[in-house]
Nanobody
Framework: QVQLVESGGGLVQPGGFLRLSCAASGFAFGMSSMSWFRQAGPDRELVATIVSDGFNSEYADSVKGRFTISRDNDKNILYLQMNSLKPEDTAVYYC????????WGQGTAVTVSS
């Protein structure tokens, strides 16, 4: 059974940082490109993507230079390090493959506010 469990969200002040985690199980995580998405309104936005071996990644322009996606294929965990957070980063964050091929997890809520 495929399972994606996101964690690490919370309330943080502007300029602060958080590290999100996504624990994956039930599929070949180490062979899959993975992505972080976020949703603050009706649409879900692609934030960052990392290839299966972790050596290449891509970012939305809105987070480039502030967020870093990484993965631990031994532990089947995907990470998102978020620095210099802004109020507009407030959203529920999810992990999935870049093509949304897996059932969505519950997400983890990030609120950036003073």
């Amino acid at each position: 059974q495929v399972q994606l469990v996101e964690s690490g969200g919370g309330l943080v002040q502007p300029g602060g940082f958080l590290r999100l985690s996504c624990a994956a199980s039930g599929f070949a995580f180490g062979m899959s490109s993975m992505s972080w998405f976020r949703q603050a309104g009706p649409d879900r936005e692609l934030v960052a993507t990392i290839v299966s071996d972790g050596f290449n990644s891509e970012y939305a322009d809105s987070v480039k230079g502030r967020f870093t996606i990484s993965r631990d294929n031994d532990k089947n965990i995907l990470y998102l390090q978020m620095n210099s957070l802004k109020p507009e980063d407030t959203a529920v964050y999810y992990c999935n493959t870049p093509w949304n091929t897996l059932d969505w997890g519950q997400g983890t809520a990030v609120t950036v506010s003073s």
